[in-house]
């Protein structure tokens, strides 16, 4: 290495090898005083976070909605408006009881075309993938039990294999050109040509599998409530 | 023995002499984790330069008032406030960027790089000295991080700032944006720097023997 230790850097030294106190011992600073002086360091900074937060919680909230709505019409791609719809006691509702919080309910998308028509639902589901969560959202035919469209929300695979989930465009295509429900995994070239069949990634086998996993558990629980079909376009914006 | 030095040595000493990445070997682990683009290094050193600054003339400002039994906590507390409002804006000004960081932007709180600044010069000198002490540090691990980013993602995935530079014949070496390809990176940076400073030594010692 270079040899000369670069200056000012006993930043780190481990208490005791610190250089001694010029002065005798000063006298003990009380108790009191460090409590003091970090309890209104703390208020301080509350106060200052608190204020930065009240200005860029609409941003960021903004941001995240339109990034929902966005990709809701890409898994929907015939849809021209969608709805909201909350799941109440097994019921769909595109309102909620009064005073509740609308994180607390599961929700579906649902898409209508120009003339109003149904297209399909939109959810979203996030599970394990290899390293962390991946949040998936997909769009979903109850009619003809087919998919139109699956979108990565989130995702932190590892970069240059699992994060092919999103950026592998063929791999993306199989969900867009309508397969039918459940999905099955396969190895690329292995398939049997049966609906369905989706080719996994080579080097992403465990971020493919999760995704369809996630797909198929997602439609487990949502296929009985979507029985009766969709309701219709409500008259919420 | 305490050492003189002007205003201009505050600023240049921690953009290459003592570079906190490259000489000191502080702050590596956002070094090694978030510099497989360019542009997260940026976004990376962005956040890290405005926690620095901000730390170092509110430390310096307040060393008066901070008892030394609690100078750390208060240095902690203080950069903890900034990397909070640091992320804040991040996320709601650069999210494509805040979401690739991931909690890399919380982990600032823990660079010693900044704690050390911190610690070994703005509890100890005046203001404008520890700020641009930050200012330099900061410039320093800036370069450290575009040096790193800039050769992770043109060998990793071939771009440079996402411009595709090879053609598309181009197989990118994957292992560079991997967390080995960190390692590997700032080996060779190392290896490269302490090369040429001993073809410098070798050269001064050469030219004293002719002289």
């Keep these: ?237 | 023995m305490p050492r003189i030095t002007t205003p201009s040595q505050d600023l240049i000493r921690g953009i290459w002499d003592e570079n906190p990445v490259l000489i000191q070997m502080l702050g590596l682990c956002p070094a090694l984790a978030v510099t497989n683009t360019v542009k997260n290094a940026l976004a990376m050193s962005a956040a890290t330069f405005f926690v620095i600054c901000c730390s170092s003339v509110l430390v310096s400002s307040c060393k008066r008032f901070i008892p030394k039994e609690v100078r750390i906590s208060s240095y902690i507390l203080v950069i903890a406030t900034f990397v909070t409002l640091a992320d804040m804006m991040l996320q709601a000004y650069a999210p494509v960027q805040h979401k690739e960081l991931g909690a890399f932007i919380a982990l600032i709180v823990v660079n010693c790089m900044i704690l050390g600044r911190q610690e070994a010069f703005s509890s100890r000198h005046t203001v404008f000295r520890s700020l641009l002490d930050a200012i330099g540090t900061g410039i320093g691990f800036t370069i450290a991080l575009l040096m790193m980013g800039g050769f992770r993602e043109i060998l990793g995935t071939g771009t440079f700032f996402d411009i595709p530079l090879f053609g598309p014949n181009f197989e990118p070496w994957v292992v560079f944006v991997l967390p080995a390809g960190g390692f590997l990176t700032l080996g060779f940076i190392i290896l490269a720097m302490g090369y040429y400073e001993e073809r410098k030594a070798e050269r001064v010692e050469q030219s004293e023997r002719t002289a």
């Design chain 1, 1 to 237: 290495m270079n040899g000369k230790l670069p200056a000012d850097t006993l930043a780190v030294a481990p208490p005791g090898t610190e250089p001694a106190p010029q002065e005798p011992l000063e006298e003990k600073v009380s108790t009191f005083r460090l409590v003091a002086t970090l309890a209104v360091a703390g208020i301080l900074a509350g106060i200052l976070i608190a204020l930065v937060n009240q200005h860029t919680k609409p941003i960021i909230d903004a941001y995240r909605a339109q990034q929902l709505r966005l990709a809701v019409y890409e898994v929907l791609p015939a849809a021209a408006t969608y709805n909201t719809f909350y799941l109440l006691d097994g019921m769909l509702s595109s309102t909620l009881p009064e005073g509740a919080k609308e994180s607390d309910y599961k929700r579906v998308y649902a898409g209508y075309d120009e003339a109003g028509e149904p297209v399909g639902v939109a959810v979203s589901r996030g599970e394990s993938g290899f390293q962390d969560v991946i949040l998936v959202i997909f769009g979903f035919d109850p009619a003809s039990n087919t998919l139109s469209g699956m979108k990565v929300l989130e995702s932190k695979e590892t970069p240059g294999l699992g994060d092919k989930i999103f950026k592998d465009q063929a791999w993306v295509d199989q969900f867009f050109d309508g397969p039918q429900t459940p999905l099955v995994p396969v190895k690329p070239g292995s398939g049997k040509g049966l609906p369905g069949e989706i080719d996994t990634i080579t080097g992403a086998t465990i971020s493919t599998k999760a995704v369809i996993a996630i797909i198929n558990n997602a439609l487990a629980e949502w296929e009985p409530v979507l029985e009766g079909g969709i309701p219709e376009e409500g008259t919420q914006p």
